[in-house]
């Protein structure tokens, strides 16, 4: 089956860095489009960035732009967010996600989901 596995967040004072990876397997990754998003407590899902099947393409949330940056390596069906200058109101659960053919940012266009991983960014 289908699963997708996040690791990398943890505890960061604001204007940190942390690096998401996203491990997939049970897909043909080349063939997903894939994207990361986030939930803050009480609020609802939010798209963070998303990138093409082949890398050639990338989309991001405004207020990420310029601190964040998604990446993915086909050969080793793994999705990366870099995040820099991190914020307290950065802190969420992030969660990658696989679509196949074209990215998108609606969650409602995603096939398959991560478990998420928590960042947590201290002022």
């Known amino acids: 089956q289908v699963q997708l596995v996040e690791s990398g967040g943890g505890v960061v004072q604001a204007g940190g860095s942390l690096k998401l990876s996203c491990a997939a397997s049970?897909?043909?990754?080349?063939?997903?489009?894939m994207g990361w998003f986030r939930q803050a407590p009480g609020m609802q899902r939010e798209f963070v960035a998303s990138?093409?099947?082949?890398?050639?393409?990338?989309y991001y949330q405004d207020s990420v732009k310029g601190r964040f940056t998604i990446s993915r390596d086909n050969a080793k069906n793994t999705v990366y967010l870099q995040m820099n200058s991190l914020k307290p109101e950065d802190t969420a659960v992030y969660s990658c996600a696989a679509k196949s053919l074209f990215y998108s940012d609606s969650a409602s266009d995603y096939n398959y989901w991560g478990q998420g991983t928590q960042v947590t960014v201290s002022s």
């Open positions: 049970g897909l043909t990754f080349g063939n997903y489009a």
């Open positions: 990138v093409s099947r082949s890398a050639g393409f990338t």
